[in-house]
């Protein structure tokens, strides 16, 4: 469809300041193949969610993320405004360019600058659902997110809080599994009260539970392997607590699938989960690490028009 306004989204710092170096290559190819748009570099946290939700209230009708997981989920949040879409004419676009760009292992959307261009300018769009989370900052404020791909709490939390504050110049797969073997030894179970829709309500001590809409996170950890992004539900797996020891032998899983074969892993599916401690549980929404329980999820169907590649 032929597009009124196009705005690219850049985060220069993404891929440990890779994206801000390739932008004038890419931005250039861009208009090649897309034609004339705007180009709005963020400078900081929050910077995304701004840029995007002014462009759509001023006439923007595509557009474009560059950047990782941590962009998107800011260009996301964006986008929609108690729990629908500002536009529902606009549609999301992604060049995956960042330390974590674990949606695009559940999403169609090729790497490389060429197949992700080429993707956005053949505009094959497809709907998809969002995550909404209603939990604690930390100033004790309740606050509400929307997320694209995965919220977990426990050692994902813990994970993101660490690789957060560190380079990640070894890339998303060393970075993640150093983030994660050092949380590892520096955390204590936590005991979790959990709820999904209308079920039991269950205290479990756990090493982390994911609340999922896409597959991946943790860069390339497949904790969700049967999510999809558009059936209306959340994938929730309940990790439970487990030795050390034990964590390292079953952490091939993770990687490489079977994780549902695990005696300590539960998994179901629901549009709704509440979860709450007595500890203090760090949340892990799209790679960031905004608060603690207590949360609310709830699934958002068809939130947002995303341009993906179209099956062959």
Not at 29 to 58: K, Q, S, V
Not at 92 to 115: K, S, V, Y
Not at 275 to 292: K, Y
Request: net charge neutral.
């Amino acid at each position: 469809m032929p597009y009124k306004k196009t705005v690219f989204i850049v985060n220069p710092h993404a891929g440990n300041g890779s994206t801000g170096k390739a932008w004038p290559r890419i931005g250039e190819r861009a208009r090649d193949l897309l034609g004339p748009y705007e180009t709005c570099l963020t400078g900081g946290p929050g910077d995304a969610t701004r840029i995007a939700r002014e462009h759509l209230l001023n006439g923007a009708d595509r557009i474009i993320c560059v950047g990782g997981d941590g962009t998107l989920n800011e260009v996301v949040n964006g986008f929609l405004d108690e729990n629908r879409p500002i536009r529902h004419d606009a549609v999301l676009g992604f060049l995956p360019n960042g330390t974590g760009c674990d949606f695009i292992r559940t999403m169609p959307i090729p790497t490389g600058l060429e197949a992700s261009l080429d993707t956005i300018r053949e505009d094959h769009v497809h709907t998809i659902d969002m995550g909404h989370v209603r939990f604690r900052d930390h100033c004790g404020k309740t606050a509400t997110r929307y997320f694209h791909n995965i919220a977990s709490f426990g050692l994902g939390g813990e994970v993101v809080d660490r690789v957060n504050r560190t380079s990640k110049a070894c890339g998303p797969f060393l970075t993640f599994i150093w983030g994660t073997l050092v949380s590892l030894f520096a955390y204590g179970k936590k005991r979790v009260v959990i709820r999904v829709d209308e079920g039991e309500e269950r205290t479990v001590d756990v090493l982390n539970i994911a609340i999922a809409n896409g597959r991946y996170h943790g860069g390339g950890m497949l904790v969700a392997p049967d999510a999809v992004t558009d059936d209306g539900l959340f994938h929730v797996t309940i990790i439970g607590a487990m030795s050390v020891p034990l964590v390292f032998w079953h952490i091939p899983k993770l990687y490489l699938g079977g994780i549902e074969r695990v005696r300590q892993v539960a998994m179901q599916t629901g549009k709704k989960s509440i979860a709450s401690s007595e500890q203090r549980v760090l949340l892990d929404i799209d790679g960031e690490q905004p608060g603690t329980l207590p949360a609310e999820f709830s699934i958002v169907p068809g939130a947002i028009k995303m341009i993906i590649k179209k099956s062959p």
